[in-house]
């Protein structure tokens, strides 16, 4: 429990850099660990420049920063409290990560519902950017799988929400970017698996249309996802490799994964990354698999996590670091605007050979600020050429809301203030649900001149 002092503690931090997975931008703030559901809001009695919870800090931009102000660092509060191995329901504090809900799951016979490309993300910010996954048109985001949980307010109020209890709080905080309220602990329902394999089949395509086809043959396929060439031009435009998957069926042991050995030792020089190394890349991705279709049974590391396996591995950006770009447009524009905006990206002469490609299915958020809905969404991260990928987002940004689509906050860290309104018409509604207490850098950017 806290004690008399905490406050007094709180108020001696020192201001520490925290960054987001991106680097950019890289903010000081005063960041006061949270060790029990009770420390807020006492820890911030007095506090001033707002707070805001965080976890890993894997947001790529600056969702999860607050420059000169108070993170509220979640990870320590990390404990499971409660699970039913009839239905699958695990309850555990918000400060539990992913990778250690899947350590614990995992051998008895469970899996995540829905999970990103990392397990390195917190339960509490699962929740708050609402994340999806390769499943979205089988399962929907991770918030419809959270069946309630705690909310704190800076007042002192706590609050149970779910579908029927505080149903306009379970909505706003599903994917409310933190700002609603101190999330301290969370029931999610978990899918039983029989074992850690997936069956794997990756297939190459050549440009979007071939893509689509892929993608509407793959309907009763739950995981889906593709990676795609952004660099290439003439007969190889938007070639890429089309990967699908399901749980294995057959038996076998669900042993837990070893932990991660390698880390990425250096920060790579600016210059690494550019236009023909990541050419290079591309072409040996693409041709690493040597016939049109693979088969294979594939453990669930690679298949879900295969960036996780290098820790730290964010440093090959460089000291920069790196901007991610994602996007949803609607399939009434989807086809047309995604190939608009390979072209631009193709003619700006950026590498980014992390593009991943896919659809988004119509099952619906709960989340009111949630970011999938139906469409192609496509991910790409550049490392930063001030002079260059600043423009380019902002073309690219203007190119979505022309087409109809909209941004992932947790993926941003260059929208405008005008661009975030279009794109979120229902923000203000949101705004009304926002602890007073709570902001971001994200937040305080986007809301300007409003």
């Given at each position: 429990?806290?004690?008399?002092?905490?406050?007094?503690?709180?108020?001696?931090?020192?201001?520490?850099?925290?960054?987001?997975?991106?680097?950019?931008?890289?903010?000081?703030?005063?960041?006061?660990?949270?060790?029990?559901?009770?420390?807020?809001?006492?820890?911030?009695?007095?506090?001033?420049?707002?707070?805001?919870?965080?976890?890993?800090?894997?947001?790529?931009?600056?969702?999860?920063?607050?420059?000169?102000?108070?993170?509220?660092?979640?990870?320590?509060?990390?404990?499971?409290?409660?699970?039913?191995?009839?239905?699958?329901?695990?309850?555990?504090?918000?400060?539990?990560?992913?990778?250690?809900?899947?350590?614990?799951?995992?051998?008895?016979?469970?899996?995540?519902?829905?999970?990103?490309?990392?397990?390195?993300?917190?339960?509490?910010?699962?929740?708050?950017?609402?994340?999806?996954?390769?499943?979205?048109?089988?399962?929907?985001?991770?918030?419809?799988?959270?069946?309630?949980?705690?909310?704190?307010?800076?007042?002192?109020s706590r609050t149970i929400c779910s579908p029927t209890q505080n149903p306009e709080f379970y909505s706003?905080?599903?994917?409310?970017?933190g700002l609603t309220g101190v999330i301290t602990w969370a029931t999610l329902r978990l899918k039983p698996?029989?074992?850690?394999?997936?069956?794997?089949?990756?297939?190459?395509?050549?440009?979007?249309?071939?893509?689509?086809?892929?993608?509407?043959?793959?309907?009763?396929?739950?995981?889906?996802?593709?990676?795609?060439?952004?660099?290439?031009?003439?007969?190889?435009?938007?070639?890429?490799?089309?990967?699908?998957?399901?749980?294995?069926?057959?038996?076998?042991?669900?042993?837990?994964?070893?932990?991660?050995?390698?880390?990425?030792?250096?920060?790579?020089?600016?210059?690494?990354?550019?236009?023909?190394?990541?050419?290079?890349?591309?072409?040996?991705?693409?041709?690493?698999?040597?016939?049109?279709?693979?088969?294979?049974?594939?453990?669930?590391?690679?298949?879900?996590?295969?960036?996780?396996?290098?820790?730290?591995?964010?440093?090959?950006?460089?000291?920069?670091?790196?901007?991610?770009?994602?996007?949803?447009?609607?399939?009434?524009?989807?086809?047309?605007?995604?190939?608009?905006?390979?072209?631009?990206?193709?003619?700006?002469?950026?590498?980014?050979?992390?593009?991943?490609?896919?659809?988004?299915?119509?099952?619906?958020?709960?989340?009111?600020?949630?970011?999938?809905?139906?469409?192609?969404?496509?991910?790409?991260?550049?490392?930063?050429?001030?002079?260059?990928?600043?423009?380019?987002?902002?073309?690219?940004?203007?190119?979505?809301?022309?087409?109809?689509?909209?941004?992932?906050?947790?993926?941003?860290?260059?929208?405008?203030?005008?661009?975030?309104?279009?794109?979120?018409?229902?923000?203000?509604?949101?705004?009304?649900?926002?602890?007073?207490?709570?902001?971001?850098?994200?937040?305080?950017?986007?809301?300007?001149?409003?």
């Open positions: 429990m806290p004690d008399s002092t905490a406050t007094e503690e709180a108020n001696s931090q020192v201001q520490a850099p925290f960054e987001s997975w991106g680097r950019y931008p890289t903010y000081g703030a005063k960041l006061l660990p949270l060790h029990w559901q009770s420390d807020f809001p006492a820890l911030t009695a007095d506090l001033h420049n707002g707070a805001l919870p965080v976890g890993m800090g894997r947001s790529y931009g600056d969702v999860c920063l607050l420059k000169d102000g108070n993170l509220l660092v979640t990870t320590a509060m990390n404990r499971l409290i409660d699970f039913d191995a009839e239905t699958g329901l695990l309850t555990a504090e918000a400060g539990v990560t992913l990778a250690q809900i899947l350590d614990f799951a995992v051998p008895r016979g469970f899996f995540l519902p829905v999970t990103p490309g990392t397990k390195y993300v917190t339960l509490g910010g699962a929740i708050a950017n609402d994340i999806h996954g390769k499943n979205h048109h089988s399962a929907g985001t991770f918030g419809r799988h959270i069946a309630q949980f705690e909310l704190v307010r800076s007042d002192g706003a905080t599903i994917g409310g970017l698996i029989v074992s850690r394999k997936i069956d794997y089949e990756g297939i190459q395509f050549h440009g979007i249309d071939e893509f689509l086809d892929l993608t509407n043959q793959a309907h009763d396929i739950e995981y889906t996802v593709s990676w795609v060439d952004v660099t290439s031009t003439g007969r190889n435009f938007a070639r890429g490799v089309f990967m699908q998957g399901d749980h294995s069926t057959k038996k076998d042991d669900l042993k837990p994964s070893p932990k991660p050995k390698l880390v990425f030792p250096f920060e790579a020089p600016g210059f690494a990354l550019n236009a023909l190394t990541v050419s290079l890349f591309n072409t040996a991705f693409f041709h690493k698999q040597i016939h049109k279709r693979a088969v294979a049974l594939q453990d669930y590391e690679p298949f879900f996590y295969p960036l996780d396996k290098v820790l730290r591995w964010n440093r090959m950006y460089g000291k920069r670091g790196l901007l991610q770009f994602q996007y949803v447009i609607p399939w009434e524009h989807a086809k047309e605007g995604t190939i608009a905006i390979l072209h631009e990206v193709a003619k700006s002469g950026l590498a980014s050979f992390l593009a991943v490609l896919k659809a988004f299915g119509d099952v619906p958020s709960p989340g009111m600020m949630s970011f999938p809905k139906p469409g192609i969404t496509l991910a790409l991260d550049f490392p930063i050429r001030p002079d260059k990928s600043f423009p380019l987002f902002q073309r690219l940004a203007d190119m979505t809301l022309e087409f109809g689509g909209r941004l992932y906050p947790a993926k941003d860290a260059a929208m405008t203030a005008p661009q975030f309104q279009a794109f979120y018409p229902q923000w203000q509604h949101f705004a009304q649900y926002r602890d007073p207490l709570l902001t971001s850098s994200f937040w305080e950017r986007v809301t300007q001149n409003s």
